[in-house]
Every structure is written in C-alpha cells, then in structure tokens.
C-alpha cells in the first residue's frame, strides 16, 4: 500500500548536497553537508543497543558458541514449516533496555547513625504562650510599670560639659539650635483665628452623586464666583489701557510744549512762501541743565536737614505718648485676647464645615513673602455627572489639598520653586606671569 505524504510537509531529513566542487569559504563548510552516513550510523547503533549491547564492544565468547553436540531437536522438526505473523513477530521482541519506572524511587535510607534533630513548629502558638495572652487580655501583668509624666523635654538636646583639655584654646564646634518658634503653636492664617481640622467634611455639593438642591446651590454659587472674577479682570485692563493712553497723551504734550518753549521768535518767523533755514536740524531738540550754585545747594542742604529734624521730633513726641498709655494699651490687648477666646469657646464647632476653603476670610499679613496658593476647582459640569462608580473621573490632587491645608494651619510658610539656582559669573584670565624672566 502506497504511503500518502503531504507536498508541504517535508520529509524529516536534512537537506543534501553531493556535489560540492568548492570548499573555500566557511560558509560553504556548513551549507547542505551530507550526513547520511551519521544518521545510518545513529540508527544501526541504536538497534544494537536494543538488541543486547554493541556489537563491537562484545567478547568473543559472547558472539560465538562452538557446537560440539548439535541439535537433537532438527531432526524431529517437519519439513513443512508454518511462518507466523509479522505482528506478533514484533510484539514478541523485547528490548534489552530496561524500562522506565513509573513508580517513585525510592529514597536511601542508608545513614550514618546520628538521629537530627526535630525542627520546632512556628506556625502555632503553645497552650502556655495562649494562657498567658489570655490573662493580659483579661487585665493581668506579671510585670507592671507605673507612668509618671516628664518633667523635662525628653526631645530638648542635653549638653554635656566637656572637661578641659591641653587644646582648650581650638573653638569648640557648636551644634545649631533649633529656633524658638519650634515650641510655640502654629498661628492659622485665618482671620477669626480659628483652627482648621487637616482634613475637612465635604457638604453635600461635593458628592459624585449630589442631590439637586446642593448641587444646584454650588454651582450657582461657584458660577457667581467666576463672572466676578471675570469682571474685575477686565476692569483690571480697562483701567490700565486708559492708564497707558493717558501717559502716551501727556508724553506728547510735554514734548510739544518742550519744543515750542525751545523755538524762538526768528525761528517762528523764518518760514516765508514755504522755505525754512537749514539751521533747525543742527539744533538740540532738548533742554541742557543749568549748573547749580553754592548758595542753591546749601539752601537745598539746609531744607532737607530739616525736614529730617521734624520727622525725627514727631516721632519721639508719639513715642512719648505712648509711654504715657503704655498700661492702657496693655489692657485694650488683654481684653481683645479675652473677647476673642471668649468667642471661640462659645462658638459651636460646625461639623458640617465646608472643604472649601476659599470660602473663609483669610488674615491680611500672611507667613512668608508668597501668597497662599488657590485652591483648584473642584466642580463637576451637569453634563459630566455620573450615576456610577465605574464611570467616574478622579478630580484634584491629594498632595496639592495636604500641601495648603498646611499652608492654612500655618505649619510652613508659602514657596516658590526655583527650578534653576543663580549661579555666580566667574571669569577665567590668562596669568602673563611666564613673561616675567630675567636673564
């Protein structure tokens, strides 16, 4: 029966080459090698090992038996001799490679007599260890300390005196102190001088979901915020674009006037039937400065004295007036830090306190040089609410909201980044020094 076999399949053995004239170059020592003779090789092996072992590697007396008797059994054996299947001639080979265990090996347990030791559980706890865990929970320590408060400021640097040594006149190395405004309490830049919580509870405005009235109460409110914004900045340019013209407008009135005040009579009259003398362009279309005199200047000395004089005599007479009140101002500032703890120990604290915090009116001098930083808006367009969680946007920035609630609670001052550092101009010279020989 003919064997079908598929065009595109290939046929399992490596592509030959017979015929190969020209063996220069290496790539023609590796392209297409005939290797028949290998894989016949591989092959005939392979059936010797089955068989019992290679051939060549036999003794003589393995291979050859030298028959003295003959076989008794030849002569009672019929002539008419029934060959079997092919089938059950190869089912009754056996190969003489042993086959592969299916079964686990088994482990040697050969040993050399010392017995190891037991490896202790850590995945459980002892009955001893749960009976004592058991009585701490119920209020019982076989070990109490009492705590008794500090009477020092356990993070204050403690000093050591240092003894005196032959080297005492070399400066010692002082550490750097903290400042004092590290022990007082941080001021809110607030102006009613209440502190606010880190992190506020948002109204119901703020939620993915909100209801209808708060959603339509912030954005109202948000929107009113916006347009006023808007106003005051185009007022803003408004007032500069009139500021701008009405300095373009007298920039050029002083100049007209200038040059009017600098053309005298001749000039004015020296146009006839359209010809103007060319000596107008020659002159200076600007007024030089007289010199002053000796008498001008120390008059001008003199007033400046004293203007100085009277500032300086109206501010020790305010001086001395406030030393005269000094008790009375004292008690209008008591009574003001009285009035003003009085009101925020009676005013109830708003849980419901809105996470907007442009909302409160801030204090007017602020820590640092830099203004607080405005708050981003937080609002969501009606168009752009979500009836799910999987469908909703994150909005804002976390470290942004940590980094001003700081600001507000007066834990660090406003700064600016500075992304590059203002580095020094140096300029490199060439010494002449090598110029300088004598012979």
Do not use: C
Request: net charge positive; aromatic share 6%; glycine share 4%.
């Amino acid at each position: 029966m003919p064997v079908i076999k598929s065009k595109t399949a290939g046929e399992g053995e490596a592509p030959k080459q017979f015929s190969q004239p020209s063996r220069k170059g290496k790539k023609a020592w590796r392209k297409n090698v005939d290797v028949t003779e290998v894989e016949e090789g591989l092959e005939q092996l392979n059936e010797e090992i089955i068989r019992g072992g290679v051939i060549r590697e036999k003794a003589s007396e393995d291979l050859f038996v030298l028959d003295i008797r003959g076989d008794a059994a030849n002569a009672k054996k019929s002539k008419h001799f029934k060959k079997g299947l092919k089938a059950d001639e190869i089912i009754n080979q056996r190969s003489a490679v042993p086959a592969v265990s299916m079964r686990k090996r088994p482990s040697d347990k050969t040993t050399n007599g010392i017995i190891p030791a037991k490896r202790q559980r850590t995945n459980y706890v002892s009955p001893k260890e749960l009976a004592r865990l058991k009585r701490v929970a119920d209020g019982e320590h076989e070990n109490t300390v009492e705590v008794n408060d500090a009477s020092y400021d356990p993070w204050a640097v403690q000093v050591k005196p240092k003894q005196q040594t032959a080297k005492s006149f070399i400066p010692e190395k002082e550490n750097v102190k903290a400042p004092k405004s590290m022990k007082q309490q941080p001021i809110s830049l607030l102006d009613n001088g209440k502190h606010v919580p880190a992190v506020q509870k948002p109204s119901g405005g703020y939620s993915y979901n909100p209801m209808f009235t708060d959603y339509e109460a912030r954005l109202a409110e948000e929107s009113e915020k916006a347009l006023e914004a808007e106003r005051k900045r185009l007022d803003e340019e408004k007032k500069e674009q009139e500021r701008q013209e009405a300095v373009a407008r007298s920039a050029a009135e002083a100049e007209a006037a200038e040059a009017r005040a600098n053309m005298s009579e001749w000039e004015e009259d020296s146009e006839w039937e359209g010809f103007q003398t060319d000596g107008d362009d020659e002159k200076p279309t600007t007024k030089r400065p007289q010199r002053k005199t000796q008498t001008q200047r120390n008059r001008i000395k003199r007033r400046k004295e004293e203007e100085q004089l009277a500032k300086h005599k109206a501010a020790i007479k305010a001086q001395r007036r406030q030393e005269h009140r000094i008790s009375e101002i004292a008690e209008e500032v008591e009574e003001d830090e009285r009035n003003r703890e009085l009101i925020l120990a009676t005013e109830p604290e708003d849980d419901n306190a809105v996470a907007e915090l442009k909302d409160y009116k801030l204090r007017r001098k602020q820590l640092g040089k830099y203004k607080l930083p405005e708050n981003d808006l937080e609002l969501v367009l009606p168009d752009e609410l979500q009836d799910s969680l999987r469908l909703l946007k994150p909005e804002g920035n976390l470290l942004k909201d940590r980094y001003r609630s700081m600001l507000l609670r007066g834990k660090v001052e406003s700064r600016r980044h500075i992304p590059f550092k203002k580095q020094a101009n140096t300029k490199f010279t060439e010494k002449w020094t090598y110029k300088d020989f004598t012979i």
